[in-house]
């Protein structure tokens, strides 16, 4: 399974990563990177689209952090778009239709433009490379 992200999925995880209340964030993350495939699909499908799957999935139960992502089940591609808290001072129940339809056209100018990070867990830490750096 490859796993890629956008821009502002980096940022917003670097942030969030930063305050002491989200410290287990990243960790959260490389559990889900670590899952079993079966995993990747259980969540909520916003598109209800059957190859290209948009999943908003819980992480960490109902009161840790919610993230949205595209799995392409054909290509075996999990590409991570959005992250948020549900509690603490970055925390908010859950996003829009407006944002959920920004994700969608971001994912799309972002693949059309190789603008995106490839991400690995190197040493137990997540490794955002940029798609213009892979040879």
């Given at each position: 399974m490859?796993?890629?992200?956008?821009?502002?999925?980096?940022?917003?995880?670097?942030?969030?990563?930063?305050?002491?209340?989200?410290?287990?964030?990243?960790?959260?993350?490389?559990?889900?990177?670590?899952?079993?495939?079966?995993?990747?699909?259980?969540?909520?499908?916003?598109?209800?689209?059957?190859?290209?799957?948009f999943?908003?999935?819980?992480?960490?139960?109902?009161?840790?952090?919610?993230?949205?992502?595209?799995?392409?089940?054909?290509?075996?591609?999990?590409?991570?778009?959005?992250?948020?808290?549900?509690?603490?001072?970055?925390?908010?129940?859950?996003?829009?239709?407006?944002?959920?339809?920004?994700?969608?056209?971001?994912?799309?100018?972002?693949?059309?433009?190789?603008?995106?990070?490839?991400?690995?867990?190197?040493?137990?830490?997540?490794?955002f490379?940029?798609?213009?750096?892979?040879?």
């Amino acid at each position: 399974m490859d796993f890629e992200c956008t821009p502002e999925f980096k940022k917003q995880v670097e942030k969030l990563s930063k305050n002491k209340s989200y410290r287990n964030l990243e960790s959260e993350l490389i559990e889900f990177i670590g899952s079993d495939l079966d995993n990747f699909s259980i969540g909520f499908n916003l598109n209800r689209n059957n190859s290209t799957p948009f999943i908003k999935k819980r992480l960490n139960g109902s009161g840790g952090y919610r993230l949205y992502y595209f799995y392409t089940i054909n290509k075996e591609t999990i590409t991570l778009l959005y992250v948020h808290p549900k509690t603490g001072s970055e925390g908010f129940e859950s996003i829009n239709d407006k944002k959920k339809s920004e994700l969608m056209d971001t994912r799309a100018l972002c693949k059309s433009n190789r603008d995106m990070f490839k991400i690995e867990v190197k040493n137990e830490l997540l490794t955002f490379i940029h798609f213009s750096d892979i040879q």
